[in-house]
């Protein structure tokens, strides 16, 4: 079975760092498009970043320049660093994966729990 595992989640002040991770089991991850998306309270799933084969990234305009998507496709992990922090980046975070390049499209096949970050 697919499964995405996030992890890394928590609190942190304005300013701060975070490293979400997010562990696929059931698929190579070499061989799948992978996507992290938020949620905040009362708002629409937002597709955050986005990263395909090749590595290359995509990003939503709000997080170019403090965020970063990578992959190890060794570990079969999705990372997203999150730098710079802002109130408005709290939300629930999950990550996708889908074998087409759909990139910040919700229409991902697979998905995680979601892991929550608190910025204040």
């Known amino acids: 079975d697919v499964q995405l595992v996030e992890s890394g989640g928590g609190s942190v002040q304005a300013g701060g760092s975070l490293r979400l991770s997010c562990v696929a089991s059931?698929?190579?991850?070499?061989?799948?498009?992978m996507a992290w998306f938020r949620q905040a309270p009362g708002k629409e799933r937002e597709g955050v970043a986005a990263?395909?084969?090749?590595?290359?990234?995509t990003y939503t305009y709000s997080v170019k320049d403090r965020f970063t998507i990578s992959k190890d496709s060794v570990a079969n992990t999705l990372y997203l660093q999150m730098n710079s922090l802002k109130p408005e980046d709290t939300a629930i975070y999950f990550c996708?994966?889908?074998?087409?390049?759909?990139?910040?499209?919700?229409?991902?096949?697979?998905w995680g729990q979601g892991t929550q970050v608190t910025v204040s």
């Open positions: 996708a994966a889908d074998r087409f390049n759909i990139q910040l499209a919700r229409s991902y096949n697979y």
């Open positions: 990263i395909d084969h090749a590595g290359s990234p």
């Open positions: 059931g698929f190579s991850a070499s061989e799948y498009y």
